[in-house]
């Protein structure tokens, strides 16, 4: 079943298995939000859903869950992320996992739903044979890349009010592919890099992703966080001879910050991978989200965040745009620094 069709299903019954097959983490989300709807409803995730990994998950510990009778809510979910490693592991007398579940699947909990995610499944075999009678194979897939720049468009008139010119939403697409987790983050910079603009064109555009922004804000962030002044205070000169202003600036690097904090926050209640997979962090900056939000410590990047927010309103009221960015950069790089002056400033009023 495409995932379009999936997603406009109402009121359909809850089916005992479910297999999303993709890699795109934000067509997989869109799926699983569904599962979900389908399956428990608005109970409450804690006493209805269990996650977990195919590297991580026990068979006993899987099906134990779907014959648990539910609690405060309609049905059990189990969902396994990377399942084919789940699916190959040995179990009984020399059987697959797989194995296993077709026997399962030919007797299943009246009040359990099973989800496996995979990147590729294999039609022929026995299991999938068995999940098209009883559940629904939903292919997490892009079918119609033609639609794609409209559906960029769309995207940014609903989460942030602008209009994402058609010479825009194609460039992203040139440069990024077809990824939407990637698609979305790049746009969320961008709605940020507009600013109050109404608008984002293909100037934008080039300016933030074609010309490699990216890169430079992440070694901007590992200067903050190694406390590097001199370092930052190179790389912002380097802004500053694109002829970008503060508000720019700033722009490029909220969205980075606010990213770290929410990864970290995720990650005291679950695996970091699973935390930026749910924030939509890009694949190729996992690495340097992963090794930014061990540096960071959580005082310090709370004191960056808020620091950004206040220097993006200096900025727009103050005309020394240099000054702006330079005493933020020494706010980034020590906040304690920034902490006793206020403190002074304070006991001194």
Known sequence: MRLSDFLAEKGAVARPIYVLRGTDPYLLDQARRHVRAQTVGDADPGMAIVETTGADAVLADVMDSLRTLPFLAPRRLVIVREAEDFLEKPARRGEKIRDVLLDYLEKPAATGSLCLEVASWNK???????VAEVGVLVACELTDPA?????????????????????AAQMLIEHLGTNFASLLSALDALALYAGAAETIDSPDVDALVARGHHERVWALCDAVSERKVARALELLDVFWTEGMVAPQIVGLLRPTLRQLLRVRALSRKMSPDAAM????????????????AKAFSDAHLADAYQALVEADLEAKTTPNDRLVMETLIHRLCLPEAARDVSAASASAE
Request: aromatic residues 10%; charged residues 35%.
């Open 147 to 167: 639609r794609l720049p409209a559906w960029l468009r769309s995207e940014a008139l609903k989460r942030y009010k602008k209009k994402l010119s058609s010479g």
């Open 277 to 292: 997979e749910k924030v939509g962090v890009n694949y190729y900056a996992r690495d340097r989200v992963r090794n930014a």
């Open 124 to 130: 022929s075999t026995n299991l999938a044979e068995r």
